[in-house]
DNA sequence: CATGAATGAGGCTTCATTCAT
DNA sequence: GATGAATGAAGCCTCATTCAT
């Protein structure tokens, strides 16, 4: 009975983790080829090649090249919500929660390099997906500048182009670091911290 | 017979003015087109469209789609770095410098906004002049840090982050300022200026 | 004991009986897709989902596409053939011959709308097989042709091009009736029928 | 001045005219090899190389494959029409009519026999425009037909049937013939207009 | 000089067929 | 046997660049 089940039940599973290794080799192949080539650098033909497969594969898992893009765009910018989000709600006042969100990002940065690339590197904003992905940021951080503005802990000014002014730091800075591993990231995000805390506070 | 030498005179500046005429045309319709399309967007014949001439004749005046694309990075880094040194130059100190190049920067993308998205837009850095040109600016902003940290004026920092920051504030800001015309460009400069300012001061 | 038997007589009768089943799965999937999107619109994966196997079972059945589709129209040739060959010996003369075959011609196309449209469907005849089987009816209206004009039955004429327009006119007018479910098959036969009939009697 | 706009003048017209040969080469290819390959075997290369241009040069005067495939049907079915109409205008009654317009067809087939091998042939029907092409056909012959057993020249019947008998009298053997050197467009066009007026006639 | 027709390499995508499990 | 993941040849289409007039 057991030596019957086996074929049934195992071969789906090995089917599966099969797809999945597949799956998780494009992903992997596209994001570093995405993040060395740019998006119109990148040809679908080197991301097969690069995840060892051949070109049919990758359109069993992806329809169309701008697909790949967007799902990598959508997964790190969903994933960097959700730790920023956390940042939000651990901090105190404002200007903490500023601190810890220019933190998280570059500890994200850090951890997904190449996923930064995609999203805030040459060849990236060009793209409606990425701007929107921008935007999502861009109003946390407003939100969060008219709290400190009234509370007094921010000086007063138009929160709008403050958030710009941030978020055009951090990506900045960030797409700088990208390309030179000798500086940590924490040394990074402390002197952008340091230049946005002071920049702002009343 | 006055009348026949004058064809002979006559022509060659006709022709010469034709030609610069032409080029002129050309330039123009490329700034246009690349602003509006980016590089990849667009193509030749939407330039010599632009431009009212035939395709073969971009040809005529650049070798290649690249080269129109160089020359207008050149160009607009040429003109804003030439006007941003003669901010430099007439700043009493660094913390003066710095304030007056960013309103010149924001003037200049005031006057130049198709210059300005080329070099500075969604879809430009993904080439290496343009990051060269970019650089430039920083290094600048580098010399001009250094020389405010060790009078004193300034924190002491890194100045290659804070230059990235610097340039990542007014990239982003001006970005955001050339789709929303109901803010002055002053008005944002000063902004910008402001945090800046904040965050770099002793 | 004998319980352990039948595993191995049973076993090959029951593999056989599932082989079987999915053969037939296989040719009625294969009849319903192609006759629903035609030789080029049909795709292997289509015809596999619609008979619930996976893709590789196709070809364990079939060596390639075009093999499942010669063998149905080989079926529906074959199948029509008989019925129309039945037609024709139960009939006293060749005018009543014709209008048998006509009948059974649109009887068979009331019983068999897939199958005929894949023989006479748009976007079939673009292949040699299937010209040849409608040539082969056409040899058997030629043979009744010639019987009936040397008989003095039919007017004289070039039987060749006889049969093209008899079959012509039975291929559309059912063509046209497939779409057109208001119209008793039987009706259709008989004004076809009708037309045929005066239009070849001496 | 002559001189002068010589080439203003002629250049443009010479232009003009290579556009319009290359142009006629292209259909004429279009029509050679979607004649003898059918719309699927037809490729844009094998259409490029048999009007001696290269593949782009196909893309300046079809947008796509499907273009010339429908350029092609359009131009033969407005032609075919209007001869058609022509002769329906010169008949004196239905059965007249009936008989001009069917020698008219395998005239007009005589003389574009690669038109009709398109529009008629194997591989052709599958697209709809060539099907509302032949419906135009069908309307035209309804009332024709409605119009002669009102008078009492044709038997009554139901004209949909009988004119979808018609038509497809008329294709078959239409393009039965185009594949057959040996017999005079003349010949088919006199045996089926034979069967069609006996058919209907009262 | 100017022109725009012509070119073809290059990229994307499909799908019949194979094959390891 | 059955399965469906993988394959890659083949076809469509774009557009930077060339060149005859």
């Known amino acids: 009975m057991a030596l019957d089940m086996e074929p049934q039940i195992d071969k789906p599973d090995r089917r599966a983790d099969r797809r999945a290794r597949t799956a ?3 992903v992997a ?3 570093r080829v995405l993040a060395a080539k740019g998006y119109h650098g990148a040809k679908i033909a080197d991301i097969a090649r690069e995840a060892g497969v051949g070109v049919g594969t990758f359109y069993l898992y992806y329809p169309t090249k701008e697909a790949v893009f967007l799902e990598l765009v959508e997964v790190a910018a969903t994933q960097l919500k959700s730790q920023m989000d956390d940042a939000t709600s651990q901090g105190n006042n404002p200007a903490d929660v ?3 969100r220019i933190q ?3 500890h994200f940065a850090a ?3 190449d996923l930064f690339r995609i999203v805030f590197g040459h060849d990236a ?6 701007r929107r992905a921008q935007e999502m ?9 008219r709290g400190g503005m009234e509370a007094g802990i921010f000086r007063r000014g138009n929160p709008d182009i403050w958030a710009q002014a941030l978020v055009g730091m951090c990506i900045q800075t960030v797409s700088w670091w990208v ?3 000798d500086v940590a990231a924490e040394e990074v995000a402390g002197q952008v911290a340091g230049i946005a805390q002071n920049g702002m506070i009343a």
């Open 29 to 31: 192949a596209a994001q």
């Open 137 to 145: 940021f861009v109003t946390d951080i407003v939100d969060n500048l």
């Open 111 to 113: 951890q997904h390099r």
């Open 179 to 181: 390309e030179h591993d």
């Open 125 to 130: 904003s060009f793209h409606d997906v990425v």
């Open 104 to 106: 998280v990002f570059f």
């Open 98 to 100: 500023s601190r810890r």
């Open 24 to 26: 998780q080799e494009l």
